[in-house]
């Protein structure tokens, strides 16, 4: 991973001013989930078929779990995917006194019970949506006492947006003894605010919307579909939120909110990952419930590489990978991570693994999170051939003749260009197929890109620190052993001293 070039200059599309480092900082703590059993052992090589169910978006049940404390009466939820990360939420909710009924597959949530304004703080460390509760607990109680949040190590990932919105609508935050503690200024409730993000932060957003559902008028930034759906859910519970899913949210304030039922959108993120297992396999899958358009950035760079959608309805897709000729392949690209409907930092990790499949240089610039390509050293143990320098990966695909244009243009501009050609060039024939090996998931997605990877290498793949990807993969081996894959989860038995 030694690099020797300089990236600076980069041209690159514009992206959001980010927040810089200048900015203060409450910084959680990122617990580190210890790395023993089980593991998953993959027999790579085998072409998927068939259909797989996609479950609820993670990313939307947890705020939506968060939310259910603005409300009175129960709140009936259908869709909320079975992981260690939603399960973490419910104990959050039940360390306040929330009562929670699993009915298989609908969560009945009543927070009618609620007493405590002090969430369990080993719970809250556990998960980045843990802290969402401080919304909601502000709204409703006027008060709130939360510790720092966890969630996947992918860079500093502080808190100032939410506490600068929380002032803005007139709460008073401080910071002691490792808890964020906040309440109402004037001893009731939120007044209500204007607040603009200068980064349209996905938890900041959510955070503020639920605590300004109570109270009135917040302008905020971030139009993700999980933002969009906790928009709804709000909505069907009584709140008067405007704007969803563009760059001005209005909410004006209610005195209650009430119990509803709602249904949790597919997870897109899920659904991306295994549209890419089957591209690395060259396979054909369909997989549903979807929304088409929540993965169209996607979509469209794997149509370009030169996959295709066989089949395409408002909740279905087929996806096919498979080529029409032996000798045709999938061509390598470029991606950038940015905010919804840019590309999503959480299937970027997935798709360098696929990028080491395809043909000629492939470059990965990740702009969201400062620390996301640690996947990288793992993923370079099946064989390819990768070089970091920053936030910018370079894959150095298989080379049949053709390369990647844009890739070439955009290296030889930087100066980089005759650094990674002469790279590429000596290394080059050395680049075959992925091989199994031994590695560690150490963050979610990471985690699921090895997963990716053992799938399309030659021979077997063991996988440690699994407990990573289950925060957010709902049965991921069984689902992908209905489609063929060879893939079992196995109980590391520690060998006596
Ligand atoms: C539980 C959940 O929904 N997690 C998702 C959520 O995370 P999360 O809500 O944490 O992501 P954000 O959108 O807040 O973070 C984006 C960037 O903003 C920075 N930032 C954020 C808040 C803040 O107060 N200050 C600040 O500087 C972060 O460090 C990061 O660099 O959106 C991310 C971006 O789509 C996804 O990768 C995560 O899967
Ligand atoms: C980064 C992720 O999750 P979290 O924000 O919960 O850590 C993710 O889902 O990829």
């Known amino acids: 991973m030694a690099s020797t070039f300089n990236p600076r200059s980069l041209s690159s599309p514009p992206n959001p001013s980010k927040p810089s480092s200048h900015i203060p900082t409450l910084q959680p703590p990122h617990k580190t989930i210890t790395l023993q059993t089980p593991n998953f052992t993959i027999s790579g090589g085998s072409t998927l078929s068939g259909h797989v169910s996609i479950s609820g978006s993670k990313n939307s049940a947890l705020p939506i779990l968060a939310a259910t404390l603005c409300c009175s009466g129960t709140s009936n939820l259908r869709n909320v995917p079975d992981l260690s990360d939603t399960r973490t939420m419910c104990s959050v909710l039940g360390s306040l006194g929330a009562e929670i009924e699993d ?155 009430h119990g509803s039922e709602y249904s949790i ?55 096919s990978a498979v080529p029409a000729k032996a000798r045709d392949v999938l061509h390598g690209f470029n991606i950038r991570t940015n905010p919804f409907p840019g590309f999503p930092t959480d299937l970027q990790p997935q798709i360098m693994t696929l990028l080491t499949t395809c043909d ?11 620390n996301r390509l640690r996947h990288v050293t793992e993923l370079q143990k099946f064989g390819p051939r990768i070089q970091v320098c920053g936030s910018t990966a370079l894959v150095f695909g298989k080379d049949r003749g053709r390369s990647n244009r844009t890739a070439e243009v955009r290296t030889k501009n930087s100066g980089l260009w005759e650094h990674c050609i002469g790279f590429w060039k000596r290394q080059r024939k050395k680049v075959s197929m992925l091989r199994g090996s031994r590695v560690v998931a150490s963050d979610l997605r990471g985690g699921v890109s090895l997963v990716l990877a053992g799938l399309a290498a030659e021979g077997t793949t063991e996988i440690n620190g699994i407990a990573h990807i289950d925060r957010g993969y709902e049965n991921l081996e069984t689902k992908l052993q209905r489609l063929g894959a060879d893939v079992k989860r196995l109980i590391n038995i520690p060998s006596p001293l």
Do not use: W
């Not at 297992?277 to 369909?286: D, L, N, P, Q």
């Not at 929304?291 to 996607?298: D, E, F, G, R, T």
């Open 103 to 257: 009915l298989g597959g609908e969560l009945v949530v009543n927070t009618d019970g609620v007493r405590s304004v002090e969430p369990c703080e080993d719970e809250i460390g556990k998960i980045r949506g843990g802290f969402f509760v401080v919304g909601p607990l502000l709204a409703r109680f006027g008060e709130a006492v939360v510790g720092l949040p966890g969630g996947c190590d992918i860079g500093a990932r502080p808190i100032d947006l939410y506490i600068r919105g929380l002032r803005a609508l007139g709460a008073i935050v401080e910071f002691r003894d490792g808890k964020v503690h906040a309440h109402a200024a004037n001893g009731k409730g939120l007044m209500g605010g204007r607040f603009r993000l200068n980064y349209p932060s996905v938890g900041a957003t959510e955070t503020l919307m639920m605590a300004a559902c109570m109270a009135d008028g917040v302008t905020v930034l971030s139009n993700e579909p999980e933002v969009i759906d906790l928009a709804h859910f709000l909505i069907a519970s009584g709140a008067c939120v405007e704007g969803a899913g563009t760059d001005k949210l209005l909410i004006k304030g209610r005195s209650r909110l």
């Open 265 to 319: 959108i597919p997870d897109r993120i899920e659904a991306g990952t295994f549209m890419l297992a089957a591209a690395i396999t060259r396979s054909c899958i369909s997989m549903s419930p979807v929304v088409p358009s929540h993965l169209s950035c996607l979509i469209n760079k794997l149509v370009n590489a030169g996959c295709k959608i066989a089949q395409c309805t408002h909740d279905m897709l087929e996806f």
């Open 360 to 370: 000629g240089l492939s470059m990965v610039k990740e702009s969201v999170f400062e």
